[in-house]
């Protein structure tokens, strides 16, 4: 038998049920075990007599009674099967939130949501088996963000959690704000965009062609599209922080959607014309002097209602590296805007 455990619970572990958090630090403790260390007190938070029930918060400390010989200590933090460490380590410090049932991410950009020729394990998908935290089972991406985007990405813990946040999707029951900056300052405001979208271009090379409403039934390929916009900022006429609410879910939707009213989102090469600098005609994607060349896309916010305990949840996720110097070199506060624009329209 081991000897008794002083544990504190780390930020990583937190708000859960006692037994739970046992269970998943010490797989060979068996829920009938949990109860008896209760029942006889040799289970306690801080000091004080639990139950298996009881929810355990950051910095408690835990005292674990001895345990059988055949434990074996959780591998580190970063340690994961095939994973590089810093790879671990990375991913999960994007992470934005979770509890039981839901991990969400702030992806950086750059990252991929899942794997393509060459990449390896580099993508969230591939670097699951670092975000189990206790967990038999990997985590399941629900939706997904490109490479290039940033921000808010949820994942599933369990396989019912997944079909349920899967259902919330398909049926537009989550609403997703995204902020850009974009050549230009579209007018009117605050719209919506119609167009339909259908795949173009060469294999390996994905872009989307916009088209117009009227034809979308007649196009082959073609999905109808939507697109809620508002202008929050503007930089004279050069430039304008926008927010932007896809109501469909297509490929590069915003991207494609932006670039079709002539206000491309700055840095993107693939649908702004990345080697073009916007002198305020609404054309080209990217600004010139210290504004980054990078892609100015960012999943802010998401909003759902959570699939098990039925409460409203909104995670709001801090902008890249690259998009807040940008903002700050704008002289633009995130504070200075409503989360949701579209709220009383």
Known sequence: MSGVQQITLEADDGDQRLDRWLKRRFPQVTQGMVEKFCRKGDLRIDGKRAKASDRVQPGQTVRVPPLPDDYAPPPPADAAPGIAAEDARMIQNAVLWKDEHIIALNKPPGLPSQGGSGQGSHHVDG????????????????????????????????????????????????????????AGVPSPSMGTIRFGLVKSGGQGHEKMRCIHPRDVEATEGAKRATTDFAVLERLGSRAAWVALVPITGRTHQLRAHMAELGHPIIGDGKYGGSGQENLGDGWGAQLGGDISRKLHLHARAISFVHPVTGAAVTLEAPLPDHMARSWKTLGWRDTDVPLDPFEDA
Do not use: M, Q
């Open 127 to 182: 670097l699951t088996e670092a975000l189990k935290f206790g967990y038999k089972e990997r985590p399941v991406l629900v939706h997904r963000l490109d490479k290039d985007t940033s921000g808010v990405l949820l994942l599933a813990r369990t396989p019912r959690v997944a079909r349920r946040l899967g259902e919330a999707f398909r049926n537009r029951t989550t609403r997703k704000i995204y902020w850009a900056i974009v």
